[in-house]
């Protein structure tokens, strides 16, 4: 099974500055199978990027994805106030597929 | 618009079984692979398994914590999805996610939550 580490566990940053959140896994992601998804309270994740860098439909430019083999990569260039949420990657290259544990992005 | 609602949910004592629906609209059910995902309180995300669709064997895949316990189905003619859970535990609580896709998911429903408790 692939672990993946998320980090930092919390980011504290204000509205307007640039956000990076990394995704390490224990072992080489087949072909880049990384997605990232946002949570916020109360609601259902959000598909941001899948493939590692491809944006989902609806995804403003403002999110991008990074990196191969076990070293991974979330940049929001810059913070909205609507952007504060926990991320999750998650690696569906083998089976079973499992979720990092989340980095929470707050307010500063 | 693509819609997943989950229903079923609940309180539940050990040992015992319930049934999770998710009812899909807004896109041709039988072409897509379906999977569950659950979140336990407090804490991250977990996949839990997947049923293809009919065209690509409909075969099932799940994780080593509910297999042979949970069972995923469904019913093309009705657009639902049905997550099966037998001998429940304790640390089966979770809010259960009706997710489209089979890798990766692009449309989640609500979820509903399944509270395991005598």
């Known amino acids: 099974e692939i672990v993946l580490t998320q980090s930092p566990g919390t980011l504290s940053l204000s509205p307007g500055e640039r956000a990076t959140l990394s995704c390490r896994a224990s072992q080489s992601v087949s072909s880049n199978y990384l997605a990232w998804y946002q949570q916020k309270p109360g609601q259902a994740p959000r598909l941001l990027i899948y493939g590692a860098s491809s944006r989902a439909t609806g995804i403003p430019d403002s999110f991008s994805g990074s990196g191969s083999g076990t070293d991974f990569t979330l940049t929001i260039s810059r913070l909205e106030p609507e952007d504060f949420a926990v991320y999750y990657c998650?690696?569906?290259?083998?089976?079973?597929?499992?979720f990092g544990g989340g980095t929470k992005v707050e307010i500063k | 618009e693509v819609q997943l609602v989950e229903s079923g949910g609940g309180l539940v004592q050990p040992g015992r079984s319930l049934r999770l629906s998710c009812t899909a609209s807004g896109f041709t059910f039988g072409d897509y692979t379906m999977s569950w995902v659950r979140q336990a309180p407090g804490k991250g995300l977990e996949w839990v398994g997947f049923?293809?669709?009919?065209?690509?064997?409909?075969?099932?895949e799940y994780a080593a914590s509910v297999k042979g316990r949970f069972t995923i189905s469904r019913d093309d003619s009705k657009s639902i999805a049905y997550l099966q859970m037998n001998s429940l535990k304790t640390e089966d609580t979770a809010v259960y996610y009706c997710?489209?896709?089979?890798?990766?998911?692009?449309?989640w429903g609500q979820g509903t939550l399944v509270t395991v408790s005598s």
């Open positions: 997710t489209r896709g089979r890798r990766y998911f692009d449309y």
């Open positions: 049923m293809r669709s009919k065209a690509n064997g409909g075969t099932t």
């Open positions: 998650q690696q569906y290259g083998s089976s079973p597929f499992t």
